[in-house]
């Protein structure tokens, strides 16, 4: 079967080229992808090339398929899974393979590694590791988006779960966010910061009693408000606040005020700047745990963080990459019990547009940028669909259906642009 996909050949050389698949082998499994969501995960290989952790060294001579936030349909299961799987299934895969022998090592991922799997395709080989590691998950949901967004919402699941606090006298670590504690998210109106909203807001098990999200960008803010309301946070038994620290003379005495004076249990920093990080240090409260989520591009990244308190006041930092298989199927599952991840989406494009806008996506405002592979389509903003339908009869119709979903993305549009587009 011929696919069509985007490969990276190098630095910066990312080509979008139709080629053969090899035959499926009783271990494998040939898939159709329907819809990836670009990452800055996907910026960083393709500017990084062979110097990056999971992308192969011979790429300029077997180049691989990128994309990992993808999602679609099972069309031919090798024997070996043919008790697990069947044709017809709708998928969702955890990217991050944790094994000793794949193709770079551990850190081995579709997206980053291999010649015939990766998001920004038509068809792709799955193989046997993925399902060796049960990291192909079935998804029963609607439409395919959210299985797409499975992923970068297990990225936000996983930090959740890793922050962690101590008890004074006990080197006992009790993991997990402090249930009705306070928590910041910094500049936290971003596309990661939206799922992480998203989820707090939606957790049955245990949430904060306070939280503030932070940014500079008050049309961002003013976005992000209008999707997660605080009224809605309040029927959740949640103050949520959004503040704009780029108008306040002190964000730090500001934010601990907003606190009662006593800090933030639980910071998540979304944003590999710096004063941001330092800002963060300086708001935790007793035992206060700030997770660095932001993978900085910079190698030798560094910022300030005060050891008189972390001997004195207990506080701590941690860091997360991505989720496991268990974040995957908490997403997938959460999803299926009413979160939408559709807030985070602000742009639509083809299997066309995944090259420029990959190499370019720290360029390119709004959130995540989500691909139908199997249509040729422009980047566009939802948000310009009204104005390109006065002359385009198919963002005429996406726009209707956007505005009956407060201008967002939704099964709706995506059932449409799929019988209708090219």
Not at 73 to 92: M, N, P, Q, R, T
Not at 187 to 214: F, Q
Request: with cysteine.
């Amino acid at each position: 079967m011929k696919t069509r996909a985007v490969r990276l050949y190098g630095k910066k050389d990312l080509r979008l080229e139709e080629f053969d698949l090899p035959p499926v082998r009783e271990d494998e499994i040939l898939a159709k992808v329907v819809t990836d969501s670009l990452c800055m995960s996907s910026y960083k290989a393709s500017s990084q090339g062979s110097d990056h952790k999971r992308v192969p060294n011979d790429i300029a001579e077997n180049p691989i398929i990128v994309g990992h936030e993808f999602a679609g349909e099972l069309l031919e299961v090798g024997s070996k899974w043919a008790h697990k799987f069947k044709i017809g299934d709708k998928f969702s895969i955890q990217p991050a393979l944790y094994y000793e022998n794949g193709p770079v090592g551990i850190l081995s991922a579709p997206g980053y590694s291999y010649p015939y799997i990766g998001g920004d395709s038509t068809y792709v080989i799955i193989p046997n590791e993925v399902m060796e590691q049960d990291c192909l998950l079935k998804f029963t949901g609607e439409g395919y988006y959210p299985a797409s967004l499975a992923e970068p919402l297990s990225c936000v699941i996983g930090a959740m779960h890793a922050n962690y606090h101590t008890t004074p006298g006990s080197y006992e670590h009790k993991m997990e966010i402090v249930d009705g504690g306070k928590m910041a998210i910094l500049a936290g109106v971003g596309p990661m910061g939206l799922a992480a909203i998203n989820y707090v807001l939606h957790r049955e098990d245990r949430k904060p009693s306070l939280l503030v999200v932070t940014d500079m960008d008050q049309v961002r803010l003013d976005r992000a408000a209008s999707i997660y309301t605080v009224d809605f946070a309040a029927s959740r038994g949640i103050d949520l606040r959004y503040v704009n620290t780029g108008v306040m003379a002190d964000p730090v005495r500001g934010l601990k005020a907003l606190s009662g004076g006593t800090g933030y249990d639980d910071v998540f920093v979304f944003a590999p700047v710096r004063p941001v990080v330092e800002q963060g240090d300086a708001i935790l409260a007793f035992d206060g745990c700030l997770n660095f989520f932001a993978g900085p591009h910079d190698p030798n990244f560094s910022a300030a963080f005060n050891f008189y308190n972390v001997h004195y006041a207990y506080t701590h930092i941690v860091g997360t990459s991505g989720g496991n298989n268990d974040d995957m199927v908490e997403a997938l599952d959460i999803m299926s019990k009413g979160l939408d991840p559709a807030g985070l989406i602000t742009h639509i494009g083809g299997l066309n547009a995944v090259a420029d806008a990959t190499n370019n996506l720290p360029d390119i405002p709004g959130g995540k940028k989500l691909i139908y592979t199997h249509i040729d389509m422009l980047l566009t903003p939802i948000s310009d669909f009204e104005k390109l339908g006065k002359t385009n009869e198919l963002f005429r119709e996406l726009a209707v259906i956007c505005n009956r979903h407060n201008g967002l993305w939704s099964v709706e549009a995506e059932a449409y642009l799929l019988a209708n587009s090219k």
